[in-house]
Structure formats: C-alpha cells, structure tokens
C-alpha cells in the first residue's frame, strides 16, 4: 500500500468506518445471542385423568423460531406416539396477569392413572437446541372403597349440607340411593376429599347456589340434579383437582333476545352461572347445563374489591369435555383469564349468544378442539380483549351472521385449523345490545402478525359469499380452504337457524359422505390419528362415524 497516495480525507473515513464495524459485529453478536435458546425448567403442573400439560421454561428465542416436538409412550412399551408440538409462547402481561417465556402445550386422550414416557425435542437453528426424556403420571378416575366413610342421606327435604373432610385414603362420601335427598344448597367450602353423588338441589331464586366449592380440593360432585341460578361454583381462591360429572343443571334463564348477551341483566333478569370456578387441575365433563348465563366459565379479573373477591386465580389445566350445553344467554363455555393449557373439547352447544370465549387468553394454549355449535348468535369465538395463544381445531359452527368469526384486533398468536362454519343472513336481528355480524361465511377481524389460519372450511346460506381474514380474502390467506361450501350438501335434514328464536332442537351436525368437507382437512398429531379416508374431515365430526356421549352417562360407565 502506497501511504503516499493517501489524503488526509482518505485517512478519516478510515477512523470512522473502523468503530462503525466494531459496533455493527458487536450488534450482530448481540441479536444472535438473544435468539438463541437458553433451556429452563421442564414442569407437569396438575396432570388430569386423560390430558397433562408441559411447561419449557427458555430464555431468549426473541425471533420466535425454537420449535419443540413432542413424543410420548406408555412406560414398558416400545412405540412412540407423536404430540403436536409445543406452542411458542412469549413472556408477557396483562389483566394484571403475567406468564414467562416458554413452550407449552398438551398431551390429549391419555389413559387414567397409567406413567408416561414424554420425549422432547428442542430445536432453535440460532443455537441451544436440547433434547430431554421426562416422565408424567396421569390421575385416576376418581373411586372411594371399602375405606372410605360413607353417609347416606335418607330421602326427605333438607336445607344445607354441610360436609367434613376426608383424606386420600378415606374420603367422605355424601350420597342419595334410597329415594331423593333434596337440599337447598351444598357447602363443600375448604373441604378436600369429599364426593357429593345423587342428590338434588333446589335453589331456583335470585342469586341462589345449588353448591359452593370455593377453597376445596380433590373434591368430587356427580350424578346430581341442580336446579339454581348459579349451579356450582368455586370462588377465589378456587378448587383443585375437583371433578364435576355427569350432573344435570337447570337455570332461571330464557331465550328471549332482550336478556341476551352482556348487558342482559341491566334488563332485570336473573340469570346466574351454571358451572363457575376459578383454580387449576379442575375437569368439568358429561354434564347437561341448560338456562345459564354461561353455562360453563372460568372466572375473570384479579380479585379485589369491585368484584367482591370472585375473580380468577392461575387457571391452568382444566378439562372441559363431553357436556351437553344447552340455551346460554351469554357464554356457552366462557374460558376468559386462563394462562396455559385450559382445554375445551368434544362439547355439544346449542342455542347460545356466544359459542366459545376466550377474553382474554393469557398467553395460552387455550384449546378448542372438536366442538359443535348450532345455533349460536353473536360469535362462535369470542376470542377478544387481546387474546393470545388460542388453538382452534375441528369445531363445527352453523350461526347467522358471520361464521368462522368473533376475533377482534389485536388477538395474536391464533392458530386455526379444520374447522367447519356457516353463515349467512341475521334477518336484521338485535339481541341485547349486539348483532350476529356481518353475513359472512368468515370475518376474523385484524389478526395477529403470528396468527396462522389454514384447512377450514367456510360458506353461506342465501346471500352472496364473502369470506374475510382481515383484509383479505379468505383464498389469500389459507392456501388449503374449502371455499363456498354449500350447507344442504355436507348436513342432512339441518335447518339454517333464522330466525335463531324461538330456541331450536339439537340436529346431527355429522357431515355427509362424499361432500366437500371429507378428507379437506390436514392431520394434526395427537389430535385426529383415526382418522378415516385419505386425510382428516373439516368439522368436529368424521363421516360415519358414531356421535360422542354428550351429557350425563349412566351410573356404571364412567370411564
């Protein structure tokens, strides 16, 4: 190099460029470690009888890219079975509600009280990918025997019951089998290892509670008939591990249009909650709710005192499945405040303002898989309030107004696959203060730049078709989408529901063989492995197959 030739120019540019480059790598270095995934803790938090939840705790992934696989066996046998992966989930806030950074999902349609070999595979391609063996132990369905104390209540009329604790090895058992036992209510408050079977509560006054659960654990209620207008509920600071089944519960409520939705009771009506509790680990399956306002929630806000000590705990880990939900004038199933891994599924909804809600989810997952819905009015999914972390799959929704919908701006971190809706015309409708939305056959409003939606199939009765993911047309966005279904070739025998009052009758939402909707959708581990044909059916239903249980089981099968 001719030093020569240089100017002094030529000599400064040269110390400027030099710290610019010193500063450009040590940026480079920095983005690259903050991308990479630094492993944390593996937890198992509240196993239920047939699901457990998985918790990868990991620092950095800022670019979101670390990918978890999830396989899982019975310990003693060879094969593996595949889990969908991990969601990614990022720390965040909100509702005074926090969660750290992590993956976490579900493993589904587990054996009771059976160990599990669970195999996970971490992959960041910006570094820290790890691989980890754990093993997790689902519970048992919940069985007294010969040691348990058992108190049999002669049949009569009574006011509360009130009820003692018992242990793991000698539970209290309550039950009816001589006749009706009828209470007013049932007090199971800071109680831990009580069943409560065949009784009936009659409680059907304003503010009346058929069953208060608040503080309790490990506490079981079945094959009751509760007539109240809130029919079971769990106050802060919630139950754990309760298992409320195959119990028949009857509200004040009626389908009028004037009480629905929100504000429906600045109208004067009384109308309570069905199933109500805040807490963790709870499963709420195989029961008949009618008449609520919502049927089954969760709890919603922090405690304090404008909601008088009854708002939500950590919900995580809750089972909600095979209930039979009929005439919810606000919320069929409401699982509003739940943090992780809160899991809707295999349910039957029927005339209902809003299907499904999620307002908001804290990070999530929150699951909705498998449900149908006939019937429904405002949203089949209230997915709102900045909702994050919410799996849809393989729900069916026929409705007026807008079909696969119910989202607002700002819900992020959405994922949709397989579902099946119908929209179409509202005949102008208001109910409370809220319309059904646009005749749309889909109109996911302003979704999330780490939303993912893709294999539904949408469609409409009786109006142009339109179909919306924000602003874009539907065929933009899911490159696998059945577009333009027609509702009278994949249903037989099924009324679109306009006017959607007076109530109506629960249909058979299996869709046809042959139709459009067969084999349209994409396989998704864990979730449809038996699927039948050359791929999954869109909807909550394969063709031909038998329809769940839905509702109260007979006595001896529960299993």
Known sequence: MNLANFS???????????????????????NSSLNQTIPGEITIPYPTINNLAIEWSIQGDENLNG????????NGTVEWNQGMSLRRVPAGDKENFSWKNKHS?????????????????LNDQDGGSAEQLIEAHTRPMPRYGAKAEIIELPAGNYDTLQTKSGTKEKPVVYRSTQGIAKFRSVDLRNKKWVFVEGIQIDNLVEDGIGIRMGGSQNCVVWHCTINADFGIVAYFPGAIN????????????????????????DYGATIGEGIQMTGAGNVICYNK???????ISTMEERPNSIHGGTGATEQISFDIHNNDVYMGLDDGIEADFCLSNVRVYNNRLTNCFVGLSSQPGLGGPTYFVRNAMYNIIHAAFKLKRDSYGDVVLHNTVIKVGAGLAGNEAGSDFTYFRNNLAIGGLTGGGIWGDYG?????????????????????????????????????PFSEVEEHGIEDIDMFKVFDNVEFPLPPTPERATPDLRPLAGSRVVDAGIHIPNINDGFIGKAPDCGA???????????????????
């Not at 990918?67 to 019975?74: A, G, K, L, P």
């Not at 709710?289 to 049927?295: K, L």
Request: charged share 20%; aromatic share 10%.
């Open 105 to 121: 999902g579900s493993i589904f349609n587990l054996q009771p009280d059976t160990n599990y070999e669970i195999k996970l595979q």
């Open 242 to 265: 309760s298992y409320i089944s195959d119990n028949t519960l009857t509200g004040m409520g009626e389908w009028i249009p004037e009480i629905m939705g929100a504000h429906g009771q």
């Open 67 to 74: 990918v978890v696989s999830v396989h899982f066996r019975e």
């Open 541 to 559: 239903y394969e063709a031909g197959q038998a329809l769940p249980h839905y509702g109260p089981r007979a006595r001896d099968n529960e299993e």
């Open 289 to 295: 709710v009618t008449g609520f306002r919502d049927c």
């Open 8 to 30: 002094t120019t030529t000599l400064g540019y040269i110390i400027i460029l030099i710290p610019l480059f010193i500063a450009c790598s040590v940026q480079d270095s920095s």
């Open 436 to 472: 059904a939305g646009k005749p749309y056959a889909a109109h996911i409003k302003g979704p999330g730049p780490n939303s993912s939606f893709d294999y539904d199939a949408v469609g409409v009765v009786d109006t142009v078709y339109v179909a919306m993911i924000g602003d874009k």
